[in-house]
Structure formats: C-alpha cells, structure tokens
C-alpha cells in the first residue's frame, strides 16, 4: 500500500502566501503511522480575522522556525508518500506560495489526492466541510488547529478506503511551476 502523508496548514493572513502553522500524518498500512506539528514565524503580519480563527498570533511564532528552517524538517515526509490535504488546492497552494516567496527549488508537481474530492463521490448529497465530515465519523476535531485538521484529514481518507474507495482513480497532479 501507499503511504500517504496528510498535511494542513494555518495562514497569517489573507494574502495565504504563508504559513504560521504546519501539521503532517503518516497513514501506513491502512493505520496512523506518525504526526508532525511546528508552529511557523511567517516573517509577515497577521489578520485579525485570522488569529481569531486559528488562535495564532505574532507573539506565539515569533520564536518559532522560518518556512527555510521547517522545511528542512518536513520536505523528506513530503516527499515519502502521496500527499493528501482536505480542499488540497489550498493547501498546496499556500505550499507553492512558501516555497517561491523563499526561492526553494522542490519537485516540478506532485501527485495529491483531496479528500473533498473523494468526498463527492463518496458521500453525495452531504457537505464536505471537515467538521461536518469529523461529526460523521466520530473523529475529534479542534479545527482550524493544523495538528487536528491533518489528522482528522487521515482518518477521513482512511474512512473511505475502508468504504472501499479506489484512491488510486482520485490521484490528482499539482504544479509547482
């Protein structure tokens, strides 16, 4: 089986060229292998709007690592699976944003897979959002907390491969280009 690397990120701002808050879950052999979570000094300022929704502020990252000295953390488990985010196209969005913004050369694309995507397929008629998602699985979720959205994102995907999803016809190409 594929390894898949579930990751969300948190953003200072609305411009979303930056992260404040980075987590990551390793699935492995159809189970929870391994998390990662660091909060992230986006060099930036922040939004209101988005403080209050994540609960993160200047004064919490100002000791916290750059996108250049996290990534240097987190680019050998992004690159050891598929990757896998809840509305990806944001997620690896804000990615591609971080990585140009400090002029980090990465792979050209990357397969993903979007477990709203799948979820269209797999639950039609019902919202995608991720806490409605969680309440119907019964996954705990402090949304808008990186290190819970990317786990609960890993307990939704292993939902559906437990429902039989075929991923493989999910997988999606992002550029990074």
């Given at each position: 089986?594929?390894?898949?690397?579930?990751?969300?990120?948190?953003?200072?701002?609305?411009?979303?060229?930056?992260?404040?808050?980075?987590?990551?879950?390793?699935?492995?052999?159809?189970?929870?292998?391994?998390?990662?979570?660091?909060?992230?000094?986006?060099?930036?300022?922040?939004?209101?709007?988005?403080?209050?929704?994540?609960?993160?502020?200047?004064?919490?990252?100002?000791?916290?690592?750059?996108?250049?000295?996290?990534?240097?953390?987190?680019?050998?488990?992004?690159?050891?699976?598929?990757?896998?985010?809840?509305?990806?196209?944001?997620?690896?969005?804000?990615?591609?944003?971080?990585?140009?913004?400090?002029?980090?050369?990465?792979?050209?694309?990357?397969?993903?897979?979007?477990?709203?995507?799948?979820?269209?397929?797999?639950?039609?008629g019902m919202?995608?959002?991720?806490?409605?998602?969680?309440?119907?699985?019964?996954?705990?979720?402090?949304?808008?907390?990186?290190?819970?959205?990317?786990?609960?994102?890993?307990?939704?995907?292993?939902?559906?491969?437990?429902?039989?999803?075929?991923?493989?016809?999910?997988?999606?190409?992002?550029?990074f280009v």
């Amino acid at each position: 089986m594929t390894q898949f690397i579930a990751f969300d990120v948190e953003t200072p701002n609305r411009h979303n060229d930056r992260i404040s808050a980075i987590g990551i879950s390793i699935i492995g052999d159809n189970c929870m292998k391994n998390d990662f979570y660091s909060l992230v000094n986006p060099e930036t300022y922040f939004d209101d709007f988005n403080t209050s929704l994540t609960g993160i502020d200047e004064k919490m990252v100002k000791d916290s690592p750059t996108f250049p000295q996290i990534w240097s953390q987190i680019e050998p488990l992004m690159t050891e699976g598929l990757l896998v985010a809840h509305n990806a196209v944001f997620d690896m969005g804000v990615l591609k944003k971080c990585l140009q913004h400090y002029g980090i050369a990465w792979k050209k694309s990357v397969p993903y897979l979007c477990t709203v995507q799948i979820g269209r397929r797999m639950l039609p008629g019902m919202s995608r959002k991720l806490n409605v998602l969680c309440d119907y699985y019964g996954i705990p979720l402090d949304h808008h907390q990186a290190a819970s959205d990317s786990r609960a994102c890993a307990q939704i995907l292993l939902h559906y491969i437990e429902s039989g999803c075929d991923v493989k016809s999910h997988i999606r190409t992002f550029s990074f280009v």
